[in-house]
């Protein structure tokens, strides 16, 4: 214990705090816990034995410490999702590309300052498939005495969306990887960890989340998608949500009675509750409009439980109709009423020049693999490259050290082949592997399109930049034209995200301001096709200015 404090303390001289908030300090312990859902246990990964793991809690201006110490088999590390880490790339998480995992028996001390962030983001394992388990929410609140900018609610709560596998989901990945095909789809959605109590295994309404209300009263709901590998619609039957934030960023309030969340991705929304006292059910399910893609299409349900109505088995829950899951126009409806607040105290600071415009497409492909079923593979590129994660030293530690041999700075800024991007796609379906960056100046401003590709099948791809956040200034069907689309582009008030749903068969144009110096991994969040090879990082070269360089690494940082 000793020797952690001193560790503690030598951080904290080390990273000086950068602004005027106080220091948090967690202890996380990654530990494997027996856990039973869907008539059936298994051990699973956990933080401090609790699925989802514990909620932290800061303000904006706080230093964060988080003590993990991995007590499992596996290699481990964890991702603060959507915090932005401000010269502190050394704490943001992902194996091997801004640190070395955490090995059995070790720790590591995350040390990050929350700078000009507050809302609801969110943490969790960033390697294998360990998030499937190993998540929780952060929830950070303004500064003191700054109000939020919509009404003060009576209460506050996390909802986390997520999957179950009756398997052990390392087996999952492991067995379809060395077949070369798809893995197993999940075998239930999860509202804060259970699958709910119209789960055909479940025997009484007594399992699965309950939200308890009082009536006349404004909840906050605080909603993650932590999910592996699907989308999903939300719904409260009977009652409309009020959306007022997305992934940590205030939005002008709409209603609507359905959401849409990648996984990756946060909302938050306000649920009045003005009906008559009663149960009234939750329910979250798969939304994937490409049909040959397989989902679990099961429907996680939970129950907002009115005070003083009857909680029996008997007692009547008002249902509501679960959208398909091939439901396009809602989800587009939903995406295309986001909007950030652009208010005094909130702008919108959407870069309008840009120094590096960057189309990248992304999607599926085929190599071959003569160990695999049918002598092939199935994998996942950005501008037909198929990343390759390197092993002996991370991302960060090769550019913070000038280590030669662990990565180029040649990863194209354009496909390497043109063709017709949302129709068949090339007859030659091989990808290029190789571990290639893409540099970028400090303070620079870079428009990214995202170009989903119609190779095996158009798909959505909820895509994630880490370090950053970014404006989504268009999205359109089909290709994008570089001359007529921008024409489109929302420079006014475009919703400010860190992880973007592109459509299916289309384009998602983004903005952001290189103004972070680091290795900053941008990936696919299903994690399928992050394992495929769906990922890159950008290496964002220091400033000349005071604050604008790489802080050193810690004294604890993992070695490989």
Known sequence: MESSVH???????????????????????????????????KPIVTVNGRYPGPTLYAREGDNVLVNVVNQVKYNVTIHWHGVRQLRTGWADGPAYITQCPIQPGQSYLYNFTITGQRGTL???AHILWLRVTVHGAIVIKPKPNVPYPFSQPYKEVVVILGEWWKADTEAVINQAMKTGQAP???????????????SSCNSSQSDGFKLQVKSGKTYLLRIVNAALNEDLF???????????????????PFSTDTLVITPGQTTNILLTTNKSPGQYLITASPFMDTMVVAVDNKTATATVH????????????TTTKIPPRNATPIATSFSNSLRSLNSKDFPCKVPRT?????????????????????????VAAINNVSFVMPSRASLLQAHFFNLSGVFTADFPANPPVAFNYTGAGPSNLKTMSGTRLYRLEYNSTVQLVLQDTGIIAPESHP???????????????????????????????PIERNTVGVPSGGWAALRFRADNPGVWFLHCHFEVHTTWGLKMAFVVD?????NESILPPPSDLPKC
């Not at 948090?24 to 312990?29: A, C, E, L, S, T």
């Not at 939300?234 to 002008?252: C, M, N, P, Q, R």
């Not at 990248?360 to 079923?373: D, K, Y």
């Open 7 to 41: 560790t503690i303390l030598l951080v904290m001289f080390l990273f000086p705090v950068l602004a005027n908030g106080i220091t948090r300090q967690y202890n996380f312990n990654v530990v494997m816990k027996k856990t039973s859902r869907l008539c059936s246990s």
């Open 184 to 198: 197993n789809v999940s075998d239930a959605h999860t509202i804060n960890g259970h699958p709910g109590p119209l």
């Open 542 to 546: 220091n400033g000349s200015g005071v």
């Open 234 to 252: 939300f719904k409260i039957a009977g009652h409309s949500l009020t959306v007022v934030e997305v992934d940590a960023i205030y939005t002008k």
């Open 122 to 124: 969110w943490y969790h």
């Open 354 to 378: 840009t120094d590096h415009s960057l189309l990248f497409t992304i999607g599926l492909g085929v190599n071959a693999c003569a160990t695999c079923v049918n002598g092939s593979r199935v």
């Open 306 to 317: 009115y005070e003083g109505s009857l909680s029996t088995t008997s007692a009547t829950t």
């Open 463 to 493: 895509i994630h930049l880490h370090g950053f956040n970014f404006f989504v200034v268009g999205k359109g069907v089909g290709n994008y034209d570089p001359k007529a689309s921008p024409s489109a582009f929302n420079l006014v008030d």
